[in-house]
């Protein structure tokens, strides 16, 4: 049973527009998110995150909207570039008893951004 | 400033053996977790290590163990390998902070793991 979901497999998007890459999660005792980017033959690189004690944060051209209500969150690239073309895997946290939680991560959406 | 480090980058393996695989944290780090990244899946949590013992544990069976040393670089071990074990194996370094929402995560290039 999947925690946290990527339903969209790929998206694709022209440059210059925005992209929006979408998570579910299913477990309310998640208490901080992150994304993700991965491109070929190289580890995920840290993105942006969100605690849960917000419903916004925002990092240049990455937003991240946290909509606790719906257990889902989003995240907004504006204006997108060709180099953004990568896989995004957004990956999910808990505190369990005080100590640092591991990360569930979703399948991943792949984001194609055209010139 | 390196960060983290793994070898080797790939490796082929066959059905039964055993293999090691190495990580050595971003300086400053003293949590090392490893993740099995299976084709078209996200990473899976394996185990996470800090002060020499192992913290958490995901589902992952006994075959997969692993080990940290006192200059906090680690070792994952799987024995009696099956197909289903390939995959890339990713490292993660970190520092135990008990604030909630800074968990610093530094995820290494990985090892890919083939098994025929």
């Known amino acids: 049973d999947q925690q946290v979901k990527q339903n969209s497999p790929s998206l694709s998007v022209q440059e210059g527009r925005i992209s929006i890459l979408n998570c579910d999660y299913t477990?309310?005792?998640?208490?901080?998110f992150l994304w993700y980017k991965k491109y070929p033959a190289e580890g995920p690189t840290f993105l942006i995150s969100?605690?849960?004690?917000?419903d916004k944060n925002e990092d240049g051209r990455f937003t991240v909207f946290l909509n606790k209500s719906a257990k889902h969150l989003s995240l907004h690239i504006v204006p997108s570039q060709p180099g953004d073309s990568a896989v995004y895997f957004c990956?999910?946290?808990?505190?369990?008893?005080?100590?640092?939680?591991?990360?569930?991560f979703g399948k991943g959406t792949k984001l194609s951004v055209k010139p | 400033d390196a960060g983290v480090t793994q070898s080797p980058t790939h490796l082929i393996k066959t059905r039964g053996q055993q293999v090691t695989l190495r990580c050595s944290p971003k300086?400053?780090?003293?949590?090392v977790s490893w993740y099995q990244q299976a084709l078209g899946q996200g990473p899976q949590f394996i185990f996470q290590?800090?002060?020499?013992?192992?913290?958490q544990r995901g589902n992952f069976p006994d075959r997969f163990s692993g080990h940290q040393f006192p200059n906090y670089s680690s070792e994952l071990n799987v024995n009696a390998l099956l197909l289903g074990d390939s995959a890339l194996y990713l490292c993660?370094?970190?520092?135990?902070?008990?604030?909630?929402?800074?968990?610093?995560?530094?995820f290494g290039s990985g090892t890919r793991l083939t098994v025929v």
């Open positions: 969100i605690s849960s004690i917000k």
């Open positions: 290590y800090y002060e020499e013992e192992e913290r």
């Open positions: 990956a999910a946290s808990g505190n369990y008893g005080g100590s640092q939680g591991n990360l569930i």
């Open positions: 993660a370094s970190s520092w135990v902070d008990r604030l909630p929402g800074n968990y610093g995560y530094t």
């Open positions: 300086s400053g780090h003293d949590t």
């Open positions: 477990n309310s005792m998640f208490d901080y």
